[in-house]
Nanobody, 126 residues
């Protein structure tokens, strides 16, 4: 059974930086592609970033490309999302996702086979 717990969300000033963490519990972490999604108030959940299971490939939403960086440490079962130059439109609940069968690190959609954390709130304002 896979269990994901996000942390690191808080209020941050516009232009600031924040690093989110996701702790993976369960077997075979290194075999899962991992992704971050976010959901802003009144909007649908959207893909933010994904990383391949061997950390050899990453994929980003256009809205965060060049500002966000996803990484993983397989020996620690951890995934990170470094967010820089934050904007007010980055305000959302951020969710960690372990891609199940049919999903990949570059897949922006989700399937019923995916695993999710409960999310961590990021608020960006001046």
């Amino acid at each position: 059974q896979v269990h994901l717990v996000e942390s690191g969300g808080r209020w941050v000033q516009t232009g600031g930086s924040l690093r989110l963490s996701c702790e993976f519990s369960g077997p075979h972490f290194s075999t899962y592609a991992m992704r971050w999604f976010r959901q802003a108030p009144g909007k649908e959940r959207e893909f933010v970033a994904g990383i391949n299971y061997i950390a050899g490939g990453t994929h980003y939403a256009n809205s965060v490309k060049g500002r966000f960086n996803i990484s993983r440490v397989n020996g620690k079962n951890m995934v990170y999302l470094q967010m820089n130059t934050l904007k007010s439109e980055d305000t959302a609940v951020y969710y960690c996702n372990a891609a199940g069968r049919g999903s990949y690190f570059y897949t922006t959609g989700t399937t019923a086979n995916d695993y999710w954390g409960r999310g961590t709130q990021v608020t960006v304002s001046s």
